[in-house]
């Protein structure tokens, strides 16, 4: 994922992409104006459009990509059978500490309201540039996001209509159903049915790589549309996003995953992070939780001295399932986006429904860089905010992504930690974590 032409990877270019765009972009802006002819003709014939293409095709893969990740995500639940509570354990502790992470997020962004002060109008100009990206999901987005309406909605009539009408929190569900059938129904007919599954998302993964191979150019063709038409203000307002979505990832790495660890799995947050370092660095640098899962095991079982059948069950599932900062930077990035665009402030019950489907995106996310996208696109259309304005964070979109998938994998190692403090292998393995460099000194005093 990270190799690209040029030999250059690929975070590289897009970075290299963000600074170009932007610079670019503030020298027109500074020096001939927004409404220079040729900076119209300019961003609505050349970079406008392309900026455009890699939207509508990252819009193209939601439907299928959320199909394939939440039904593989569920189905690999199955070890739960032969697992017991280590299963039962392991889906609780996803669910809670992601509804903890989302919660962090939801506090932090509207404690200081990021999108907040933008004129109007630069608003409603920012939507005119990239109307039509998302246009399918604005007209299928409920219209409303409370009531008994909304939760019967979700339960899809037809699923094929619901797909053809690209309703994508119904088609979530039905995917979560065919998972949980998998899961309970057990054949070689069943098995071959969650490898053809499996097959699809490993093609949408693919073509996802495909589509990143021109990452670097759209965000150089956003970023210098945003620059040369709306200036320092949007950046202004971009920047401090950034600090919001920081912030509330080191709040939940910092703060919750060491509470976690010492009252929960019963070890020291130190010995905890510096054991899990290389898997940490890995997923930094590829952005990419299944990248960083081989890389994840092996610290695992051989610095935490986790028990193999614990760590790789939970580790496997977790690449897929247990994405913490995921559904954290989707629930900030709404309501950003939400206080960018909308005139009224998102309700509590909007809110909460901002909550729940991160939640389940968090599920249903392809573990590989921009994987989060389409679904916070499906959630802006959601709740009322057009979904063309993800195009506002896709120029920092990339050093989020890194710092959300190190939050992801250290998630699935905390979860490995926890689930197996108390199972028969973790009698040996105390000892070893108790003194893992052989100094004879113990990591578990303290923090």
Known sequence: MTEARRGLPLHSQMLIGFAVGLLAGLAVHATAGADAGWVQWLTGNVTGPLGQVFLRLLFM???????????????????????????LRTLLFTVIVTAVAVGIGLFWVNLFQPGEGLDPALAQRLLQENAGGAASIVESSPKSV?????????????????AA?????????????????????????????????????EIIMTLLQLVLKIAPLAVAALMFNLAALFGWELLERLAAYVGVVLLALATHMFVVYPLLLRFLGGRSPVWFFRGAQPALVVAFST?????????????AETRLKL??????????????????????????????????????????????????????????????????????????????????????????????D????????????????VVSRGEPEDVAADAAADDPDGTGRPLREGV
């Open 61 to 87: 893969l939601v439907l299928p990509l959320l199909f394939a990740a939440l039904v593989t995500g569920v189905a690999e639940m199955g070890d739960i059978a032969s697992l017991g509570r280590t299963g």
């Open 146 to 162: 409370g009531g008994p309406e909304f939760f019967l909605e979700m339960i899809p009539r037809n699923v094929v209509q619901a």
């Open 165 to 201: 009408e690209n309703q994508v929190v119904a088609v979530m569900v039905f995917s979560v159903f065919i998972g949980i059938g998998l899961v309970m129904t057990r054949s070689p007919a069943t098995d071959r049915l969650q490898e053809a599954v499996q097959g699809l998302l």
């Open 287 to 299: 952005a990419s939780s299944n990248a960083t899962l081989p890389t994840a095991m092996a610290v």
């Open 307 to 400: 028990p193999r059948r614990i760590s790789r069950f939970v580790l496997t599932v977790g690449a897929t399932a247990n994405q913490n900062g995921t559904a954290l930077f989707e629930g900030v990035t709404v309501l950003f986006l939400a206080q960018v665009f909308l005139a009224e402030p998102l309700t509590v019950g909007q809110q909460a429904t901002v909550m729940l489907v991160s939640i389940l995106g968090g599920i249903g996310t392809a573990g590989v860089p921009a994987g989060s996208l389409p679904v916070v696109a499906l959630i802006l259309g959601m709740v009322g905010v057009p979904p063309e304005g993800i195009a506002l964070i896709l120029g920092v979109d990339r050093l989020l």
């Open 402 to 417: 890194m710092c959300r998938t190190t939050l992801n994998v250290a998630g699935d190692l905390v979860a490995a930690t």
